[in-house]
């Protein structure tokens, strides 16, 4: 491995928690930086991590991150926003601070994680804070060691996905859906993982951007109905039109936590499925959704494999801002 320390921004999340098991299996040194200390012990099991606590937007904070480390990934990234936590911040200033920071420490190595159809022009405030941000992270970084990657959706144990549709399902045997006809091309956690990592492996990937997306395509609808059939439950869902979609929306996003927002329905407004396919400097192919949702979703798996319940991540918790 050409790295041998590396600093991971948003590690106790979902994609960070698999990408720090699968640098600690190639003998990688992690420290991970989280505003939230309970949902940093659990790695701690890892070998050779080290958890920090502390927010990455406090720049001194962020250097004492940085020392010693020769690569960065940042994973910080936001659905909805809430009070101070921002598209604009958590998406455009924390990456360009990142970026800024990581040359001022001579980390020639950053891997900033976006999203699929990133575009400072796209139809909602999330998209287009995504594409201001991967601009930024260029600008304040140069070109040469940056990688950039956009996943579609991500499922795998755990996700807020998946588990959310098969939940909807549990007790809503309709399911009235925004976004029904919208299109997404699923990729496992495990393989962006997988791709993550083998970024910092050798110099193939500097200066690139990779789309990342699964092996098929399937409307939100068709999403949902599979999770209930994995659930073993015949559900029908009865797509929401516009308007209505729109009105639905507008009153979950005043609930805490809000599972849809206006903005969410504004990128769903695009299909979110690759332009091109697997990137073959990845040298593996990505799982299907079908092969691996099973084992994480089937009413046979025993009850402490749903990770969703466990996700430390959905406690609410104090921690600095
Ligand atoms: N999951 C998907 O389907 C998907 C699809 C496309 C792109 N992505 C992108 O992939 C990245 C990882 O996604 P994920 O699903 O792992 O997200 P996640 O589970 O919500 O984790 C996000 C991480 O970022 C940190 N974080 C969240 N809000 C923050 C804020 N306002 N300021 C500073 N840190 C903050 C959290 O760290 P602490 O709380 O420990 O500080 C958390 O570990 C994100 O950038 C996301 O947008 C995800």
């Known amino acids: 491995m050409t790295t041998r320390q590396v600093l991971v921004l948003g590690g ?12 600690a299996a190639r003998q990688v040194r992690i420290r991970i930086l989280s505003r939230d200390a309970a949902k940093a012990r659990p790695l701690t099991v890892l070998p ?9 937007h406090d720049d001194a904070t962020l250097r004492r991150a940085m020392a010693g480390v020769d690569a960065v990934i940042n994973l910080v990234g936001i659905l909805h926003e809430r009070g ?50 991967e601009a930024a992270a260029r ?9 950039i990657l956009r996943p579609s959706v991500i499922f795998g144990a755990g996700d807020r996905f998946v588990n959310l549709f098969a939940a909807m399902a549990q007790w809503a ?18 393989d ?23 092996p098929d395509v399937y409307t939100l609808a068709e999403i949902v109905l ?26 979950m996003e005043r609930l805490p936590g809000p599972l849809m927002t206006r903005d969410n329905l504004r990128s769903m407004s695009i299909d979110n499925v690759c332009e091109c396919g697997w990137p073959g400097v990845f040298a593996f192919a990505p799982s299907a959704m079908q092969s691996v949702v099973p084992s994480y979703l089937s009413p046979g798996v025993p009850r ?18």
């Open 12 to 23: 106790t999340g979902f994609v960070g928690r698999a990408v720090c098991a699968q640098l």
């Open 48 to 56: 050779a991590l080290e958890a920090m606590h502390g927010s990455p």
């Open 84 to 133: 101070r936590d921002t598209f604009e911040r958590a998406h455009v200033d924390l990456p360009r601070r990142v970026a800024q920071l990581c040359r001022e420490a001579n980390v020639t190595r950053l891997v900033h994680m976006s999203a699929l159809k990133a575009d400072t022009e796209g139809p909602s405030a999330y998209l287009r804070s995504r594409g201001r941000g």
């Open 139 to 147: 600008a304040a970084f140069g070109h040469s060691g940056l990688t």
């Open 173 to 190: 045997p309709v399911i009235p859906l925004a976004g029904a006809h919208a299109r997404f091309q699923p990729v496992w956690v495990e």
């Open 192 to 214: 962006v993982a997988r791709a993550l990592v083998d970024c910092l492996e050798g110099e193939r990937t500097h200066g690139q951007a990779y789309e990342l997306c699964g």
């Open 226 to 251: 599979f999770a209930a059939r994995t659930r073993g439950l015949r559900r029908r869902v009865i797509p929401l039109p516009g308007p209505v979609a729109a009105l639905q929306a507008f009153v």
């Open 304 to 321: 402490d494999r749903y990770a969703g319940r466990r996700d430390p991540s959905l406690r609410p918790s104090r921690r600095p801002r």
